[in-house]
């Protein structure tokens, strides 16, 4: 059983395209493919697998985080993915995955390499959703996923590692309740073709989220609509808007907040370069807890984050590649919380034999609360 022309373009409008220009292609492990001619139930089952397992080292110039889990090594996002498709026929596909996130030094019990006074679990659900893909009726989740706002904005420029300090995700309470990042309980739809796809969400209630004492978070409801659109072979533009009800509960009391944003980005791979710049403009978004229950949205922000890296295909040997790269980002936060944080990170990803990958950052910082500068290595192991 083939895979229709129409879904292959909406599987890229919905984010595999974006993944594979900023260069963390999954290449995921086939467990069982559809038959060309189904006769059971079974023939139309596809099952792949993939994941990626790192492991991380951050070092604060200065010896300010001398003895630091981070400094001792840490895990640096190990993920595994679980991908099972039901194909009805060759224009309807029935959708589900799940993705693990787990911290492997808390499973294994390495006291020094974990933030043991943190709340963070040894998993998390990283996303789990549900739906449909069809040439014609385009694509429908529901579940815990990548937000409107992400795939359409924030993708783009996710590329190295020390990021996000400018982008939704990186300043709200937290991108898997606010609808910035992975977002919970949403539904998303896709549309469109190889030129020019849209999105639309919507965000359901979610529970409380515990934030410093005595406040709490709750989502009421939200809904965002993106694009994206080539405008040549090498040139994409992505923009998105979103709007969540939300509320901050204290002391018996509590505070409504129509939180917005608002965001666009450019991306072009022209030969061997890819470079990219998105910037965002959010309102009652980041949390200011010093404001109080009335005020803790109260300052807007924007940000803007930016990469340009060139590739040195080498395939030699068991080095296939390096990747020299500048990035840096700026956010600016307005009102009574007045600050501001600027990055810029120089940095090299070399890519070995068999999925081994080397990153190194350094990074030069300069915010309002004298962030020190940083080193920062990952190895990493895709399958």
Do not use: C
């Amino acid at each position: 059983m083939h895979i229709g022309k129409g879904r292959r373009a909406l599987l890229a409008a919905t984010g595999t395209l974006a993944l594979a220009q900023a260069g963390v292609v999954q290449a995921e492990v086939t467990l069982l493919s559809p038959a060309e001619q189904p006769r059971t139930a079974l023939d139309r089952v596809e099952v792949q697998v993939g994941g990626s397992i790192r492991a991380q080292h951050f070092n604060e110039i200065g010896g300010t985080d001398d003895g630091s889990y981070k400094h001792r090594g840490y895990d640096g996002g190990t993920r595994f993915r679980l991908h099972v498709d039901y194909h009805v026929s060759d224009d309807l596909t029935l959708l589900s995955y799940g993705e693990l996130g787990v911290n492997t030094a808390k499973v294994m019990g390495w006291d020094d390499h974990y933030d043991r006074d943190g709340s963070d679990s040894a998993t998390t659900r990283r996303q789990v959703y549900f739906g449909f893909e069809s040439d014609r009726y385009g694509r429908l989740t529901a579940g815990k996923q990548n937000s409107v706002y992400y795939d359409t904005v924030g993708v783009s420029t996710d590329v190295w590692d020390y990021n996000q300090f400018a982008q939704a995700p990186g300043v709200g309470v937290d991108g898997s309740y606010d609808g910035s990042y992975r977002a919970r309980k949403s539904l998303r739809y896709a549309n469109g073709n190889e030129d020019f796809t849209v999105f639309v969400g919507w965000l359901f209630p979610d529970d409380d989220l515990h934030l410093d004492a005595p406040y709490d978070y709750r989502r009421r409801t939200g809904a965002s609509i993106g694009f994206r659109w080539q405008l040549t072979e090498d040139l994409t533009l992505g923009g998105a808007y979103a709007n969540t009800s939300a509320a901050i509960k204290g002391s018996g009391d509590q505070q409504s907040f129509r939180q917005q944003l608002t965001g666009s980005s450019l991306t072009w791979t022209g030969g061997d370069w890819y470079l990219a710049v998105g910037a965002g403009y959010y309102e009652d978004f980041v949390p200011d807890p010093a404001g109080g229950l009335d005020d803790y949205f109260a300052s807007d922000a924007y940000g803007v984050e930016y990469i340009a890296r060139y590739t040195v295909a080498l395939d030699k040997g068991w080095v296939q590649s390096v990747k020299p790269f500048v990035a840096g980002d700026r956010l600016k936060r307005l009102g009574s919380a007045d600050s501001q944080s600027n990055h810029q990170v120089l940095g090299m990803t070399t890519q070995f034999d068999h999925g081994f990958r080397l990153d190194l950052e350094r990074i030069f910082a300069n915010t309002s609360d004298d962030e020190p500068d940083a080193l920062l290595a990952r190895a990493r192991y895709d399958f």
